[in-house]
């Protein structure tokens, strides 16, 4: 009977304590888990809603390794031929709470970004944010991700001595690396600059290449911009730094939208200026802030008309141009079609001598 129990306490015992405080582990973390989902059923909170949907999968990880790390490493104290198990227990509650810090900020994330409203007529602040919030987390999970490496590879002294040894010896070879990586370097010192002086935001109206497009994603390194005819532009991000280019949204989201027309001298530009404030008044794309109708150029047989009008944002100032190029144009004619551009053609009749010819 005294060897059988010697042999469970030796050999079988910590097998059946890492079971046992692995399933107390998983019945916490499933109490815990089965709480969030009840108050997320029953309460609508942004918060408790996020943590459902992030954390449940990494905390039936995190609950038991806490618990068996900690009974390892209590039970490794009178037992040290059991320090790799708790080397084991250590290395995967390293990574399972990098994983868990990760999944914290990306609530953090969809906390912040649930709390914009996109939905205003003008959105420039909501969008100035959300590239902030953005950038800064994906900044944030890479630093977690290389402090919890780190606290990984100094938790072992045969790896601490390596590092420390590779640490002093590669003067040389780090500066070798630093000229390799001065470009990617460049793209993040540039990324963090425009995620703070914000020359570009998520959604920006931009043109960029002779193309025109919205900025659909920022990350690090490079930017995604979603042309018109829904082709991608990939750029660098340095490009933005070091190149003009137009930004159609820079402070605001409203802009003033153009229609041009060349007409004959003939147009009623007083009836057509009447029309076209018609058009704008019967429209809800015309934020009723701006509107003008003037003749801009002349050239040669025609004269050039210009309609301004102002709308909420790009999409709005799109459409609202279509609209008042299609009505103003079926109203010519309708109504003034000698307006309309034309080709004349005159004849002259040679008179006597002396004397000019008559045009006919």
Partial sequence: MDQFLEVLDYKNAPWLIILLAGTIGLIMSGIFISAIKVTASKKQWRAVRAIRENLSSVLYFFGPLVFITAVV????LSHPHYEWLFAISKTCLIAVTTWLITRIVIIVEKILIDKLDFDTPDNNQARRMFTKIKFVKRIVIILIITIGLSILLLSFDSVRQYGVGILTSA???????????????????AGIQIAFTQPIKIDDVVIVEGEWGRIEE??????VVNIWDLRRIVLPITYFI?????????????????????????????????KLKEILDQT?????????????DTQGQLMVVRALMSARNSSDTFDLRCIVREKLIEFIVQEYPDALPSTRIEDFKSGPAGFPGTRV
């Fill in 284 to 296: 809800p794309l015309w934020d009723g802030r701006s509107w003008a109708l003037q003749v801009t």
């Fill in 171 to 189: 003067g040389i070879f780090s500066v070798i690396i630093g000229f390799a990586a001065q470009k990617s370097l460049a793209n993040l010192m």
């Fill in 242 to 274: 070091e190149t003009p280019f137009q930004n159609w949204t820079r402070n605001e989201s409203a802009l003033i939208g153009t229609a041009f027309f060349q007409l004959n001298y003939l147009t009623p530009i007083p009836k057509l200026r009447e």
């Fill in 73 to 76: 490493k209590t039970f490794s």
């Fill in 218 to 223: 920022i990350n690090l390194t490079y930017v």
